[in-house]
T-cell receptor
């Protein structure tokens, strides 16, 4: 089955700086890669996703890049703000979102 | 649009007791997922329903866990008997697979087994 590794497990960034979280996956059949943000005690919420036919996707301050050859994808947050503090999870799954395998999460702390 | 609803939000039981969690997906979402999230970990899929059919229950510990989705809408996940290691957050999610890959999560039920 799929195995997703996520790094780093914790990340502290000065407000206004950029944050990068990286994930690798093992199953070449995976072609859907979402990122979820989970604030303390709250539900995971999708912030951005990418499919394997695209190398990069942006949404305002958030971007995701995908390298299918190397089987890794990354989340980039620019101009970080205190409200970006949360745990971020990457996931990988096959077409049709039948089964997502999640990474272990990155706790991002934005330092004011 | 109402999101995924789960109840209860918190549950504390003693080991060997039964417990049940309820999920109401977003209206019109035909696919429903139950995940377990251990502390400091990502969600792990337990079971996936397409309408009322359980199409992937390979990760469900069937000796003590059971689930149902009668009429293809609400779903119940049950543990009987509960063990100490079952303490976790149980998340329900739903999606419309024919339209989008996006899974929408509920707030979860935090289970503590004493």
């Amino acid at each position: 089955g799929e195995n997703v590794e996520q790094h780093p497990s914790t990340l502290s960034v000065q407000e206004g700086d950029s944050a990068v979280i990286k994930c690798t996956y093992s199953d070449s059949a995976s072609n859907y890669f979402p990122w979820y943000k989970q604030e303390l005690g709250k539900r995971p919420q999708l912030i951005i996703d990418i499919r394997s036919n695209v190398g990069e996707k942006k949404d305002q301050r958030i971007a995701v890049t995908l390298n299918k050859t190397a089987k890794h994808f990354s989340l980039h947050i620019t101009e970080t703000q205190p409200e970006d503090s949360a745990v971020y999870f990457c996931a990988a799954g096959p077409f049709g979102n039948e089964k997502l395998t999640f990474g272990t999460g990155t706790r991002l702390t934005i330092i004011p | 649009e109402a999101g995924v609803v789960q109840s209860p939000r918190y549950k504390i039981i003693e080991k060997k007791q039964p417990v049940a969690f309820w999920c109401n997906p977003i209206s019109g979402h035909n696919t429903l997922y139950w995940y377990r999230q251990n502390l400091g970990q990502g969600p792990e899929l337990l079971i996936r329903y397409e309408n009322e059919e359980a199409v992937d229950d390979s990760q469900l510990p069937k000796d003590r866990f059971s689930a149902e989705r009668l009429k293809g809408v609400d779903s119940t996940l049950k543990i009987q008997p509960a063990e100490l290691g079952d303490s976790a957050v149980y998340l329900c999610a739903s999606s419309i697979r024919q339209v989008s890959d996006t899974q929408y999560f509920g707030p979860g039920t935090r289970l503590t087994v004493l």
